[in-house]
């Protein structure tokens, strides 16, 4: 009889069928872990967004997205690519456009361009936001009388001091 464990076989067996690496989008996506979790790394989706897609493509959220078959992964792509025509538009983030009215749900490297392009045009037209984007300064109303400061700490510096002070000495010793 051999010491080893007779399930072993078994284990490794469902280990080979694990596929590492799920492509949705422009993203690569964890394959070991659930498909809630998962789809949290794609830009846009976040716990809400990705049990909604779950429920929507017709899979356990708990299930491992690395053992669910292709035309499944199909599916919740798809889900994923139709987001905005599933949810309510208050659920999207990217209601009503700026030049097209639509309301639309960006994800991955899409929802960066956007917010960029966006920001941007604020900026050109010297909005309020556009203003605060520009100065770097905090543009949705919080305090910035004592947070938000990127100077650096103001204070006493002991060592510029005792290098004065043994520069000073230094030069007390040579006269």
């Given at each position: 009889?051999?010491?080893?464990?007779?399930?072993?076989?078994?284990?490794?067996?469902?280990?080979?069928?694990?596929?590492y690496?799920?492509?949705?989008?422009?993203?690569d996506?964890?394959?070991?872990?659930?498909?809630?979790?998962a789809?949290?790394?794609?830009?846009g989706?976040?716990?809400?967004?990705?049990?909604?897609?779950a429920?929507?493509?017709?899979?356990?959220?708990?299930?491992?997205?690395?053992?669910?078959?292709?035309?499944?992964?199909?599916?919740?792509?798809?889900?994923?690519?139709?987001?905005?025509?599933?949810?309510?538009?208050?659920?999207?983030?990217?209601?009503?456009?700026?030049?097209?009215?639509?309301?639309?749900?960006?994800?991955?490297?899409?929802?960066?361009?956007?917010?960029?392009?966006?920001?941007?045009?604020?900026?050109?037209?010297?909005?309020?936001?556009?203003?605060?984007?520009?100065?770097?300064?905090?543009?949705?109303?919080?305090?910035?009388?004592?947070?938000?400061?990127?100077?650096?700490?103001?204070?006493?510096?002991v060592?510029?001091?005792?290098?004065?002070?043994?520069?000073?000495?230094?030069?007390?010793?040579?006269?």
């Open positions: 009889m051999s010491a080893e464990d007779p399930n072993a076989g078994e284990d490794a067996d469902e280990e080979e069928d694990i596929r690496f799920v492509r949705i989008g422009q993203t996506l964890d394959g070991t872990k659930s498909v809630e979790r789809l949290t790394e794609l830009n989706i976040g716990h809400r967004a990705a049990r909604i897609v429920q929507k493509a017709g899979v356990d959220r708990r299930e491992v997205i690395g053992k669910l078959d292709d035309d499944v992964i199909d599916d919740v792509v798809e889900v994923v690519e139709n987001y905005a025509d599933e949810v309510p538009e208050w659920m999207t983030n990217h209601q009503k456009d700026y030049f097209s009215g639509e309301t639309t749900h960006e994800t991955g490297n899409d929802l960066q361009l956007t917010r960029r392009q966006d920001i941007n045009r604020m900026k050109m037209i010297d909005s309020y936001r556009g203003v605060r984007h520009k100065r770097g300064q905090k543009v949705r109303g919080q305090r910035t009388k004592s947070t938000g400061r990127t100077e650096g700490t103001i204070g006493v510096n060592e510029a001091i005792k290098e004065e002070q043994a520069e000073e000495a230094a030069g007390e010793d040579d006269e």
